[in-house]
């Protein structure tokens, strides 16, 4: 079984700076790609950005140049750090992951950590 831990998040003021983090623990063999998504309501939930094993980055057009993704393969987490917050990245966070349980299966299954709520108000 595993499992994903997120810790982070608060309210923040426009142009503030948080940070997310995302641990993975359990028995599996590794973490194929990370990421974080996130949903407001009545919206689906949308890819903020993502992390290859080798450190390759995708973002969403929005947090471009604000946000940055990054990871500890040996720690088996991953982070968010956010800055210049604008009240449109109010939302619930959610980290994610694409783990192999053994050596055998290459693609892995997706596990989702239990949210994080965001708030960027004055």
């Known amino acids: 079984q595993v499992q994903l831990v997120q810790s982070g998040g608060g309210l923040v003021q426009p142009g503030g700076s948080l940070s997310l983090s995302c641990a993975a623990s359990?028995?599996?063999?590794?973490?194929?790609?990370m990421g974080w998504y996130r949903q407001t309501p009545g919206n689906q939930r949308e890819l903020v950005a993502a992390?290859?094993?080798?450190?390759?980055?995708n973002y969403a057009d929005s947090v471009k140049g604000r946000f940055t993704v990054s990871r500890d393969n040996a720690k088996d987490t991953v982070y968010l750090q956010m800055s210049s917050l604008k009240p449109e990245d109010t939302a619930v966070y959610y980290c994610?992951?694409?783990?192999?349980?053994?050596?055998?299966?290459?693609?892995?299954?997706?596990?989702w950590g239990q949210g994080t709520q965001v708030t960027v108000s004055s």
């Open positions: 994610n992951a694409n783990v192999r349980s053994t050596a055998y299966n290459p693609y892995g299954s997706d596990y």
């Open positions: 359990g028995s599996f063999f590794r973490i194929n790609n």
């Open positions: 992390i290859t094993r080798g450190g390759g980055t």
